[in-house]
Nanobody
């Protein structure tokens, strides 16, 4: 069983920044790809970004490219999502997930999810 816990959400004005953190309890965290997703009210959960096991491979949704940056610190079993130039349409619950396929650069699916952290961007 892997526990995934997100933190760092909050209320921010448009144009502002937030950094989300995701801590995972997996002992071999440094071999797993990770992803961030978001779900706005009344909408489906959408992909935001992913990062491979080593941190070298990243992928982003078109809507966040150039504004969001995903990174990881394997020594802390933590993945981050740095969000800049936030827009009201970025308002959503943000979820972190882990792909337990070892040594994957791009997640093929996700095995464990966190409970989410709310991000609200005011105009």
């Amino acid at each position: 069983q892997v526990q995934v816990v997100e933190s760092g959400g909050g209320l921010v004005q448009a144009g502002g920044s937030l950094r989300l953190s995701c801590a995972a309890s997996a002992p071999t965290f440094n071999t797993y790809a990770m992803g961030w997703f978001r779900q706005a009210p009344g909408k489906e959960r959408d992909f935001v970004a992913s990062i491979g096991w080593s941190g070298r491979a990243t992928d982003y949704a078109d809507s966040v490219k150039g504004r969001f940056t995903i990174s990881r610190d394997n020594a802390k079993n933590t993945v981050y999502l740095e969000m800049n130039s936030l827009k009201p349409e970025d308002t959503a619950v943000y979820y972190c997930a882990v792909d337990l396929t070892a040594y994957s650069d791009y997640p093929r699916g996700y095995d464990y999810w966190g409970q989410g952290t709310q991000v609200t961007v005011s105009s």
